[in-house]
């Protein structure tokens, strides 16, 4: 089943003022430019819908869903590619309604229209229209094969290295490339490095790269200068910022809005160099060296509509860089040290959807610089001191779809503040301290909720 939490998934006004340590906090940014109108693509597999998907701020030929195959199979359909199965990726070309399937020759189908080929399972000569094929799956032994395909404009690849990229020089129509999970294995096998990202520099259609998982550096970006046209660029677990100076390859991207890092190093002279990519709109940042001094250096990011920064040193201190990203729809502060008085920073970003607070020094107090958010969909408080009088401060929050009380010191008290939220679907319960009777009593007040909970 298409389970909302591996889907293509960005499910995703009043300010409230507040007094800390007799200070007033500084004016609120003002929205000035108008919220786009909600845009949604419904999505099926073989005209049975599986979801709903919030498009608003999709961009055709660069946004992207994966579709996970399992022995050539189609098992789901997600967003991001987190996982280790290989997956299908498709180019979203502006549709409103997408209807998956695999055909009698197992090739994927969109709408009818077969455009996908796994040549692990599928030979290249059996395909009746090769050139309706535009995104593919490949092993290095099949990379030879990819010719036969004219109009190929998506590349998954498994196991690759250095070797097999010369093959891949020719695909001039590549939008998007997958090489992740390509490091080295042994010394017989060098996986993708500097030497072998020289072989992708005549490929100037790209918008989306993924080197996650590589021993590319700074040096194999420098060679990838002439991809004027990238959009979205992921670097997970690369050998980026070994050298202090690697991220200042990424000014060859002007096009640049997505963005995804967790590397071996992360001197205070990379984050600078990220925060001059003005045009950035998604920020990946979990598990690295931000602290809340050197997070000033993205203070100029106000595009930004994506911020992530689970897992690092930000505190409250550096929440107010984060003032004025007035755009923010979503942002992760889960495992941070940020704690009540930081969130008085982010009171004013009234378009905020999702904000992840798990695990944070976040208390019932604080919750009341949440109070003019009212655009929250998805709001993760888990294992944080937020107890049932945080409960009461969000409680008019309507528009909440996915509330996590993970590990918190709610009882049934305080789940009398959440039987308001009629729009709440995901409930996290388990181990607070409500009752069956509590639990049952709320349920009754949401029946369409789904409440997640253990209890002795």
Same mark, same amino acid.
């Given at each position: 089943m298409l389970k909302k939490s591996v889907v293509l998934a960005v499910a995703f006004a009043v300010i409230g003022t507040a007094v800390f340590c007799g200070k007033k906090p500084s004016p609120s940014p003002q929205v000035t430019e108008e919220p786009r109108e909600k845009k949604w693509m419904e999505v099926y597999h073989r005209n049975k819908l599986k979801d709903t998907v919030d498009i608003t701020y999709w961009e055709p030929g660069t946004d992207h869903f994966w579709i996970e195959c399992v022995d050539g199979y189609i098992d789901?359909?997600?967003?991001?590619?987190?996982?280790?199965?290989?997956?299908?990726?498709?180019?979203?070309?502006?549709?409103?309604?997408?209807?998956?399937?695999?055909?009698?020759?197992?090739?994927?189908?969109?709408?009818?229209?077969?455009?996908?080929?796994?040549?692990?399972?599928?030979?290249?000569?059996?395909?009746?229209?090769?050139?309706?094929?535009?995104?593919?799956?490949?092993?290095?032994?099949?990379?030879?094969?990819?010719e036969k395909f004219p109009n190929l404009a998506v590349l998954n690849t498994h196991r690759f290295d250095d070797d097999y990229l010369p093959a891949l020089s020719g695909l001039k129509k590549l939008q998007l490339l997958s090489l992740r999970r390509s490091r080295k294995k042994s010394q017989y096998s060098p996986g993708i490095t500097d030497e072998g990202i020289k072989n992708l520099e005549g490929l100037t259609n790209l918008r989306v790269l993924d080197l996650s998982f590589t021993q590319v550096s700074g040096e194999g970006l420098a060679h990838l200068k002439n991809l004027s046209e990238l959009r979205e660029l992921n670097i997970y677990h690369t050998y980026m910022g070994l050298g202090g100076s690697d991220f200042k390859h990424l000014k060859a991207f002007p096009k640049l809005k997505r963005l995804r890092c967790s590397v071996y190093s992360f001197p205070d002279l990379s984050l600078r160099h990220i925060g001059e990519l003005s045009g950035l709109e998604e920020l990946y940042l979990e598990g690295l060296d931000v602290t809340g001094f050197n997070i000033r250096h993205l203070k #100029? %990011? *106000?595009? +930004?509509?994506? $911020?992530? &920064?689970?897992? /690092?040193? =930000?505190?409250?201190? !550096?929440?107010?860089? @984060?003032?004025?990203?007035?755009?923010?729809?979503?942002?992760?502060?889960?495992?941070?040290k940020v704690g009540n008085s930081g969130l008085r920073h982010i009171s004013g970003l009234v378009r905020l959807e999702v904000l992840g607070l798990m695990e944070t020094r976040v208390s019932s107090t604080g919750l009341r610089h949440l109070s003019g958010l009212t655009e929250l969909r998805k709001l993760d408080l888990g294992e944080t001191r937020v107890g049932n009088r945080g409960l009461e401060k969000i409680s008019h929050l309507t528009n909440l779809?996915?509330?996590?009380?993970?590990?918190?010191?709610?009882?049934?008290?305080?789940?009398?503040?959440?039987? #308001? %939220? *009629?729009? +709440?679907?995901? $409930?996290? &319960?388990?181990? /607070?301290? =409500?009752?069956?009777? !509590?639990?049952?009593? @709320?349920?009754?007040?949401?029946p369409d909720c789904k409440i997640s909970y253990w209890v002795d």
């Amino acid at each position: 089943m298409l389970k909302k939490s591996v889907v293509l998934a960005v499910a995703f006004a009043v300010i409230g003022t507040a007094v800390f340590c007799g200070k007033k906090p500084s004016p609120s940014p003002q929205v000035t430019e108008e919220p786009r109108e909600k845009k949604w693509m419904e999505v099926y597999h073989r005209n049975k819908l599986k979801d709903t998907v919030d498009i608003t701020y999709w961009e055709p030929g660069t946004d992207h869903f994966w579709i996970e195959c399992v022995d050539g199979y189609i098992d789901s359909m997600r967003r991001n590619n987190g996982g280790t199965k290989i997956s299908y990726v498709y180019l979203w070309q502006g549709e409103d309604t997408i209807d998956y399937y695999l055909d009698e020759y197992h090739l994927l189908n969109i709408n009818d229209v077969p455009c996908g080929i796994d040549l692990r399972y599928v030979p290249a000569d059996s395909v009746p229209e090769p050139f309706l094929i535009t995104t593919a799956i490949v092993r290095p032994e099949q990379v030879l094969q990819l010719e036969k395909f004219p109009n190929l404009a998506v590349l998954n690849t498994h196991r690759f290295d250095d070797d097999y990229l010369p093959a891949l020089s020719g695909l001039k129509k590549l939008q998007l490339l997958s090489l992740r999970r390509s490091r080295k294995k042994s010394q017989y096998s060098p996986g993708i490095t500097d030497e072998g990202i020289k072989n992708l520099e005549g490929l100037t259609n790209l918008r989306v790269l993924d080197l996650s998982f590589t021993q590319v550096s700074g040096e194999g970006l420098a060679h990838l200068k002439n991809l004027s046209e990238l959009r979205e660029l992921n670097i997970y677990h690369t050998y980026m910022g070994l050298g202090g100076s690697d991220f200042k390859h990424l000014k060859a991207f002007p096009k640049l809005k997505r963005l995804r890092c967790s590397v071996y190093s992360f001197p205070d002279l990379s984050l600078r160099h990220i925060g001059e990519l003005s045009g950035l709109e998604e920020l990946y940042l979990e598990g690295l060296d931000v602290t809340g001094f050197n997070i000033r250096h993205l203070k #100029g %990011l *106000t595009e +930004l509509r994506v $911020l992530h &920064l689970g897992i /690092t040193d =930000v505190d409250d201190f !550096g929440m107010r860089y @984060l003032k004025d990203m007035i755009h923010l729809r979503e942002l992760g502060l889960s495992n941070t040290k940020v704690g009540n008085s930081g969130l008085r920073h982010i009171s004013g970003l009234v378009r905020l959807e999702v904000l992840g607070l798990m695990e944070t020094r976040v208390s019932s107090t604080g919750l009341r610089h949440l109070s003019g958010l009212t655009e929250l969909r998805k709001l993760d408080l888990g294992e944080t001191r937020v107890g049932n009088r945080g409960l009461e401060k969000i409680s008019h929050l309507t528009n909440l779809r996915s509330l996590s009380l993970f590990d918190t010191p709610v009882t049934d008290k305080g789940l009398k503040h959440l039987e #308001g %939220l *009629t729009n +709440l679907k995901k $409930l996290n &319960l388990a181990k /607070t301290k =409500v009752t069956r009777q !509590g639990i049952a009593e @709320l349920q009754e007040a949401l029946p369409d909720c789904k409440i997640s909970y253990w209890v002795d």
